[in-house]
């Protein structure tokens, strides 16, 4: 079990999906995102935030040692691996991929109807567009795509 919440920045003007694998840490995690505009308002401090594709999440350090703890995982516990290991990251690439991959198969639906081949082809391709301006941006998760 995996569940999503949205996450409104700091400035208000973005909203972020934020994904947490198994279940394991709770949306209290998430102390507050900041969009690449409001960015430098955060206090920047590595040992509890991480910086992505311009964006920054700050997480409650504490709550995710308490709640890997129960768990049982035994890790050194860094925003890294939070975010790497997708117990709290993005949903999707960045910030809005699922959003952007909704958008995607809506603007080629047409092609669904004549080919489902054609269809998955351009989608496939699109992607591949998609995952390399997410690289150059910076985004972590975008370098390694699976
Ligand atoms: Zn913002």
């Known amino acids: 079990m995996c569940f999503h919440q949205k996450v409104r920045c700091v400035c208000g003007k973005e909203e972020a999906y934020i994904f947490h694998k198994d279940n394991i840490l709770p949306e209290e995690v998430v102390i507050e995102v900041f969009c690449p505009e409001c960015s430098n308002r955060a206090e920047w401090n590595p040992e509890e935030m991480i910086r992505d594709g311009g964006w920054i999440i700050h997480y409650d350090m504490e709550i995710a040692e308490y709640f890997f703890k129960q768990k049982k995982i035994s890790y050194r516990l860094t925003p890294e691996f939070i975010f790497d290991k997708e117990y709290c990251s993005w949903y999707g690439l960045s910030p809005h991929d699922i959003e952007e991959n909704r958008r995607l198969s809506e603007e080629i639906a047409g092609i669904k109807h004549a080919s489902l081949r ?4 351009a989608f496939r ?4 567009e998609r995952v390399k301006e997410l690289q150059k941006q910076g985004f972590r998760k975008a370098m390694d795509p699976h």
């Open 125 to 128: 391709k699109r992607r591949i």
């Open 118 to 121: 054609d269809y998955y082809e």
